[in-house]
């Protein structure tokens, strides 16, 4: 009798799964062990492979991941130092490693110009040379980034500097400083990844109804500090998110995508677009209390991210220092050059592209002399309206440069607001916006690409081509 009542209840939590919050603890990514490499600097060492998780109700999904079934491990490396990472290829198609957010040589970026073929290895070399961040690696191969992203292929990368170390802030990884990265999935029936996008999906953005944070459904985690730091990256293809605590609750944003506000900012939400990170402190409300993340997709759905749950005893946490950096400004006098990027749907056969072009391995868009410094004015030429909730024609694009952190310099003609003040190297374009963004070309020469981060957008040829070339006869 009891027994079977067990066995009810198991069926009923197991059927109720998706909706019982906080079943699953929060897997946290390991950071990855290094070796030392002979002339000096360290060695980090990938795999992309596939394997297979089970997310929900114990169907399993075939999935990829980077020494792992899913995602990948943390790179923590710190600016100064001179970094190899080696990829070994073990899918069973090509793909390419791109080091999102990193100034790096042209030749390390991981682009699709640096395809890996099946069963090969790929090192990109580098020296960190710039602010403490969380940045991002995942693939980049014409055509087939959206879906080897959607199978799992993605994992951090973190910058650490003698600002980010002495700073006082939560910063035991997996303790109280937490990458977390939000999802959005459809699954199939059987529990495989359901990636099908029709021309539709390609154009509004392949939407879904399960968020994986940091590929749970719905984690918690417990919190044994007064505060905890979370580094948020939205890792969805194509969703733009809004991220709040339940009921207000506020929190201190410190970071954008290329590293630390000059100044903590306190706020209730923050919305990211595809590619995008924000690095937030939150107090914990006391001890043995919960606080609800929450996530809100652009297309209405709402998502319970993660829960923070508080331990009975929390320890002490200093306050965020109310200074974090000094952020030096580009200036739009030192502009030597001005160029525009319109983002439109209106290509020919009402195709994604970027001032009426699609992509071309073989076409160079932009040359850009080094040493230079530019103001790109990115537009949003899809008609449709502002907002999280909008109508079918209401297209985001996320537009990314590769190899460089800019500064905003104006959006909408105004200037931005604080959160989008600092480093950035992605930048949410509702219909109709434009943005003003100053950028200098410091010293790699090379091909690197520029796009919108809403995958399919990208896949399907929003992207283009800038070569930083040798200002030799300028
Ligand atoms: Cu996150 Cu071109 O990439
Ligand atoms: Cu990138
Ligand atoms: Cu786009």
């Known amino acids: 009798m009891l027994r079977n009542a067990v066995s009810l209840l198991i069926a009923l939590s197991l059927s109720l799964s998706a909706a019982f919050l906080g079943a699953e603890e929060l897997p946290i990514p390991e950071l990855l062990e290094s070796s030392s490499l002979p002339g000096g600097g360290r060695l980090f ?138 999802q959005e999935r459809r699954f199939n029936r059987d529990g495989s990844f359901r990636y099908r996008p029709r021309m539709p999906d390609v154009m509004h953005g392949y939407s879904g109804n399960t968020l994986l944070t940091n590929g749970a459904v719905e984690p918690h985690l417990t919190v044994r500090d007064q505060r905890v730091r979370l580094r948020l990256l939205n890792g969805s293809n194509s969703t733009v998110l809004r991220i709040s605590f339940d009921g207000g609750h506020s929190f201190q944003q410190i970071a954008s995508d290329g590293g630390f506000l000059e100044k903590p900012l306190r706020r209730q939400w923050i919305v990211l677009s595809p590619g995008e990170r924000a690095e937030i402190v939150v107090a914990m409300p006391g001890p043995d209390k919960s606080l609800l993340l929450l996530a809100e997709s652009n297309l209405g759905s709402r998502y319970r991210a993660l829960e923070l749950r508080g331990a009975p005893t929390l320890e002490a946490v200093p306050e965020v220092p109310g200074n974090l950096t000094t952020i030096s400004r580009l200036d739009p006098e030192d502009a030597d050059r001005r160029r525009q990027f319109v983002m439109s749907t209106m290509g020919p056969g009402g195709r994604l592209t970027i001032n009426g072009k699609r992509m071309d391995l073989t076409r160079i868009d932009e040359r850009v002399p080094v040493g230079s410094t530019e103001v790109w004015m990115v537009v949003n030429g899809t008609p449709g309206g502002r907002g999280m909730m909008g109508g079918m024609m209401n297209v985001p694009h996320s537009f990314h440069v590769h190899g460089l952190q800019f500064q905003i310099l104006s959006l909408n003609g105004e200037p931005p607001p604080p959160a989008l003040s600092g480093w950035k190297d992605t930048v949410l374009l509702w219909p109709n916006d434009r943005a003003e963004l100053i950028m200098r070309f410091e010293d790699y020469l090379g091909i690197y690409m520029y796009h919108c981060h809403l995958l399919e957008h990208e896949d399907d040829g929003m992207m283009g081509q800038f070569e930083v070339v040798s200002s030799a006869g300028r």
Not at 45 to 64: D, I, K, V, W
Not at 108 to 135: C, K, M, N, Y
């Open 45 to 182: 060492e990938l795999r992309a492979q596939q394997g297979s998780r089970s997310f929900l109700q114990g169907n399993n999904t075939p999935t990829l991941g980077y020494n792992s079934a899913y995602l990948g491990p943390t790179i923590r490396v710190r600016r100064g130092e001179d970094v190899a990472i080696r990829v070994r290829n073990n899918l069973r198609e090509a793909t390419t490693v791109h080091w999102h957010g990193v100034h790096l040589p042209a030749e390390a970026d991981g682009g699709p110009h640096q395809r890996i073929e099946a069963g090969d290895e790929w090192e990109a070399r580098f020296s960190v040379d710039q602010p403490a961040a969380t940045l991002w690696y995942h693939p980049h191969l014409m055509g087939t980034t959206a879906r080897q992203v959607y199978q799992g292929l993605a994992g951090f990368l973190l910058i650490e500097d003698d600002e980010s170390a002495a700073l006082r802030l939560p910063k035991e990884y997996g303790r109280n400083d937490i990458p977390v990265v939000l």
